[in-house]
T-cell receptor, first 113, second 109 residues
Framework: DGGITQSPKYLFRKEGQNVTLSCEQN?????MYWYRQDPGQGLRLIYY???????QKGDIAEGYSVSREKKESFPLTVTSAQKNPTAFYLC????????????FGEGSRLTVL | QQPVQSPQAVILREGEDAVINCSSS?????VHWYRQKHGEAPVFLMI?????EQKGHEKISASFNEKKQQSSLYLTASQLSYSGTYFC??????????FGKGTRLHILP
């Protein structure tokens, strides 16, 4: 079955450590997105990519980094520079950038101790 | 800047109607609507493109007025399964989709 797979589902890290969240899709979608979800804040865009080897910052990119070396993969690294990294992270993809339906992964919950 | 959704939360009895509004200070190229149940990923409901179109899916429909930069989601004869948080997303310049803070809908039996 086609879909988006995020891993790990739960992750605990010590403050000051970088962590990388995985996002893989087998839908052959061109566009991929990373959102952060905090209670009462909705979904806030971190980074997005429309094609391989290209990505753009969203509204809250500071303290995060991404790569898009393959069409099906869009990993997100939460660096030690992110001041408040504890959150629920959602990856999404769409066939057509912007105009197409977003398919979301199940999310990764990161807790920094 | 995130689109503004109203109300923030609403409680209904099964069978009642609800309207969720979404407005933006920026030009809207299209509007997405999603529903998220607790602990799950958001699920797509519909996309509205320019032209003031109205779409419907069973008892859930939506309208989009690009001049007013507003969209509304209409839920008629609500069912228990409609409970969840509803998000509108606006397609902005640069092909990024920006979501509002969500509207929590709770349906009572």
């Amino acid at each position: 079955d086609g879909g988006i797979t995020q891993s790990p589902k739960y992750l605990f890290r010590k403050e000051g450590q970088n962590v990388t969240l995985s996002c893989e899709q087998n839908l052959n979608h061109d566009a991929m997105y990373w959102y952060r979800q905090d209670p009462g804040q909705g979904l806030r865009l971190i980074y997005y990519s429309q094609i391989v080897n290209d990505f753009q910052k969203g509204d809250i990119a500071e303290g995060y980094s991404v790569s898009r070396e393959k069409k099906e993969s869009f990993p997100l690294t939460v660096t030690s520079a992110q001041k408040n990294p504890t959150a629920f992270y959602l990856c999404a993809s769409s066939l057509y950038e912007g105009a197409g339906e977003l398919f979301f992964g199940e999310g990764s919950r990161l807790t920094v101790l | 800047q995130q689109p503004v959704q109203s109300p923030q939360a609403v409680i209904l009895r099964e069978g009642e109607d609800a309207v969720i509004n979404c407005s933006s200070s920026k030009a809207l190229y299209s509007v997405h609507w999603y529903r998220q149940k607790h602990g799950e990923a958001p699920v797509f409901l519909m996309i509205l493109l320019k032209g003031g179109e109205q779409k419907g899916h069973e008892k859930i429909s939506a309208s989009f007025n690009e001049k007013k930069q507003q969209s509304s989601l209409y839920l008629t004869a609500s069912q228990l399964s409609y409970s969840g948080t509803y998000f509108c997303g606006s397609l902005e310049e640069g092909d990024k989709i920006i979501f509002g803070k969500g509207t929590r809908l709770h349906i009572l039996p």
